[in-house]
């Protein structure tokens, strides 16, 4: 697993490598910019949009807690533990104790909301700005990265993944109690060290790996999604909004694209992945949104 993390979180590194340098042309380029003049130079947007982030929603699909074991966000969140800089304060003894947040807080207690913002937030800006401008993209890669490495210097545990991560809560719409390959943790788990919880390896070679949950939120999906599933499907401030915004969120997404299209385009705009090559977005982002009719005869609308 810490070589998957690595790996992945290096394969990241050099995909933001890929967006800050000079533009290149992929292999993949769709042949509609042969005959459209719209296409810029989006290699890097086209490596991330149309084959990162399916094979991440499939590897969530089939096994969350894989995905939770080797995400590169969880990761860089993880840094500042395994670098003992974690932020502390006094305990009730003077000794120094690690932070972790209170399920009575503003974030224990809103942060669904705060993640469905963030996810909605992101796609807004995927659609006007990031979808085919490498140095957008690249610059959100950053931020990400840095807010999941700051949120790990604050609170212990998985604060990142728990509280802040939009993606969180998509898991738990998507998938329900758990992923179709997940382990039933709950039933027959031959460890207390389960799933994706927080783990770190033992003192003498070749032991099992022991428990470091610090208990950052309970219950946890990492130790039982199941049980996490069940117990926090009610009572949640913010889930029956994610849940019943869903479908609308991302139906409206792809038709919103559709609309960007170039006249007589709109039925091949998804399918070519035109759309991740777009080179008009940020100008398209500051005129006001026409139905497509009123595009083609703008001088009657």
């Known amino acids: 697993m810490h070589v998957a993390r690595w790996a992945l979180l290096l394969g990241w590194l050099l995909l933001i490598a890929l967006l800050l340098r000079s533009p290149l042309q992929g292999p993949w380029r769709p042949p509609l910019c042969e005959r459209v003049a719209i296409c810029g130079p989006s290699l890097g947007n ?68 705060l993640q469905w913002s963030l996810l909605i937030a992101g796609l807004c800006l995927r659609i006007l700005v990031v979808n085919s401008q490498p140095l957008a993209l690249a610059v959100l890669f950053i931020a ?33 109690p758990r992923g ?5 943790a709950h039933l027959d788990s031959p460890t207390r060290t389960s799933q994706s919880m927080c783990r770190t390896a033992a003192s003498g070679s070749g032991q099992a790996d022991v428990s470091a949950c610090v208990a950052c939120a309970r219950p946890c999906i990492d130790i039982d999604a199941e049980r996490h599933y069940w117990q926090t499907l009610q009572g949640k401030r913010g889930l029956n909004w994610a849940w019943y915004s869903y479908p609308g969120l991302v139906i409206g997404f792809f038709l919103l694209i559709e609309t960007l299209a170039p006249p007589g385009l709109a039925s091949s705009y998804l399918k070519s992945k035109l759309y991740t090559y777009d080179d008009r977005l940020l100008t398209l982002a500051a005129q006001p949104m026409l139905p497509a009719g009123c595009r083609r005869c703008r001088a009657t609308c």
């Open 46 to 113: 086209d490596l991330f949009w149309n084959l990162g982030l399916p094979l991440v929603l499939l590897c969530v699909v089939l096994s969350h807690e894989l995905w939770r074991r080797i995400c590169p966000l969880s990761f860089v969140s993880q840094l500042a533990r395994a670098l003992g800089r974690q932020r502390t304060v006094p305990g009730r003894n003077g000794k120094p104790q690690l932070v972790s947040v209170d399920e009575q807080s503003w974030l224990g207690r809103h942060h669904v909301q």
């Open 180 to 184: 179709l390959l997940g382990s039933t």
């Open 144 to 176: 990400v990265l840095l807010a999941a490495l700051v949120t790990g210097w604050a609170y212990a545990g998985k604060a990142w993944c728990q509280y802040i991560c939009p993606f969180g809560t998509v898991q738990q719409v998507i998938t329900g």
